[in-house]
């Protein structure tokens, strides 16, 4: 394990979603997938769709051809296949989530004894399934991503209670358009609240998670599929997995150089390379013994193991002790007041 990876503070959630289109194979594969990429957690979806969605409720774009209930149940787990997710996550020493879309998914979750909770954005308004979350006292991380403040206070003061609560900031917008990403929303979740915060990145690439990096964001999350052209509502806006290790990998890289400042007074090995590239003063021209140095004596050149350039004032009305030739280096000991 590299130096970056094994001292990083970021976790990065692998968003599987409905990717997996029900195959019990390729929601497999996604969760190796994930953890070689360098993911930290894999996050489904639970669904029973009589439970939370009435067969009236319109139907987004993306579900042109089965309504969502009949998609909800051709594509859900049951019990014995949810506890081999749990056990080839943790075989490749990765968290599994997953966000529940109803109170009888919390109590299936809670049944194969989950240790954490996402909640999606669409469920923030939806105070019974917080409540009945908050009640696990587990970790929980929180998708803002239609709220608005607040929505966010009430669902925040609802979650308090468990013992670690991270905000996600996010737009719903898919793909989200750079102009439309927020990450000074960041900071006032930080701000406002004194927790946490997360940031689940919608845009095309990585450089919006980066920069939530840098804003503070500790907790990022990001869909992954095997190609963009797969069915269904996340693979046309995921990441396949070359584009994933990238972009873990960056990310990363981004949360190690935050998490380590240097003290700018501190020079390390600089001491050698100043003399190599620094400026020390030389003659300008021939000087004999007895001139006063003025400033069109002087040039400043290579290498920097003289007295160096920034110096060159206090060598100003002093007199020359010795005749130099042009392009000496001018010591203080040929000199004198």
């Not at 990585?206 to 907790?219: C, H, K, L, M, Q």
Request: charged share 30%; hydrophobic share 40%.
């Amino acid at each position: 394990m590299d130096t970056i990876t094994k001292k990083n503070k970021l976790y990065i959630i692998a968003e599987i979603g409905s990717v997996h289109d029900g195959s019990f194979g390729n929601a497999c594969k996604l969760i190796y997938l994930a953890a070689k990429c360098g993911a930290n957690a894999v996050k489904f979806q639970t669904h029973f769709g009589e439970f939370e969605s009435l067969k009236s409720a319109k139907r987004p774009s993306f579900f042109k051809e089965e309504d969502r209930i009949s998609y909800f149940n051709r594509t859900m787990f049951n019990f014995s296949e949810y506890k081999k997710f749990i056990f080839l996550a943790r075989k490749n020493k990765i968290d599994f989530l997953s966000s529940p879309f109803s109170l009888e998914a919390v109590d299936f979750l809670e049944k194969l004894k989950v240790k954490a909770y996402k909640i999606p954005s669409g469920e923030l308004t939806n105070h019974p399934l917080l409540a009945r979350i908050a009640k696990t006292k587990k970790k929980v991380f929180l998708s803002t991503g239609m709220a608005n403040w607040n929505e966010i206070d009430d669902a925040v003061k609802i979650l308090r209670k468990n013992k670690d609560l991270t905000v996600m900031q996010c737009t719903s917008i898919y793909p989200c358009p750079l102009d439309k990403v927020g990450l000074n929303v960041i900071s006032e979740i930080r701000k406002r609240y004194k927790i946490k915060v997360g940031f689940s990145d919608h845009t095309n690439d990585s450089i919006a998670a980066i920069g939530a990096v840098f804003f503070g964001a500790t907790v990022i999350e990001k869909h992954i599929t095997f190609s963009k052209y797969m069915y269904g509502s996340d693979a046309k806006n995921a990441m396949e997995p070359k584009e994933f290790k990238i972009f873990c990998n960056d990310i990363k890289k981004a949360s190690f150089i935050l998490n380590n400042p240097i003290k700018k007074n501190i020079y390390y090995n600089f001491k050698n390379i100043k003399k190599v590239f620094e400026k020390s003063v030389v003659s300008k021209i021939d000087l004999s013994k007895g001139i006063k140095i003025k400033i069109n004596h002087l040039s400043f050149k290579k290498p920097g193991d003289g007295i160096s350039a920034s110096k060159y004032k206090k060598l100003l009305g002093l007199t020359l002790r010795k005749d130099i030739k042009k392009d000496t280096k001018i010591l203080f000991k040929f000199l004198k007041k």
